[in-house]
Nanobody
Framework: QRQLVESGGGLVQPGGSLRLSCTTS????????IGWFRQAPGKEREGVSC????????YYADSVKGRFTISRDNAKNTVFLQMTNLQPEDTAVYYC?????????????????????WGQGTQVTVSS
């Protein structure tokens, strides 16, 4: 079974930073668009940032623009989400997802369920 694995979550103070990683040992992510999604208690899952396959195109939700950066290292078969200036409203479980066929990064982030593979999530908590 193909599974994604997230890591890097934790507890940080407001203004702090975390870097999340998404990887898998089961298959290559080179040809997949990858997205980061989050779900806070009582809220719907939302797309945070997505990156396409083979190019540097990226999408960011308005709430994280200027603070988060998505990147991928195909040699390491890993996608990263660098989060800076974290705020309490960023507190959520963060998931990564992979999609082989989706064509646009905004579309990737707007689709919150129907992707090929998902990770189990990593908790990010921002609190003083």
């Amino acid at each position: 079974q193909r599974q994604l694995v997230e890591s890097g979550g934790g507890l940080v103070q407001p203004g702090g930073s975390l870097r999340l990683s998404c990887t898998t040992s089961g298959f290559s992510l080179d040809y997949y668009a990858i997205g980061w999604f989050r779900q806070a208690p009582g809220k719907e899952r939302e797309g945070v940032s997505c990156i396409n396959s083979g190019h540097s195109s990226a999408y960011y939700a308005d709430s994280v623009k200027g603070r988060f950066t998505i990147s991928r290292d195909n040699a390491k078969n890993t996608v990263f989400l660098q989060m800076t200036n974290l705020q309490p409203e960023d507190t959520a479980v963060y998931y990564c997802a992979a999609d082989l066929l989706i064509t646009g990064v905004q579309a990737m982030c707007e689709v919150t369920i129907r992707h090929d593979y998902w990770g189990q999530g990593t908790q990010v908590t921002v609190s003083s």
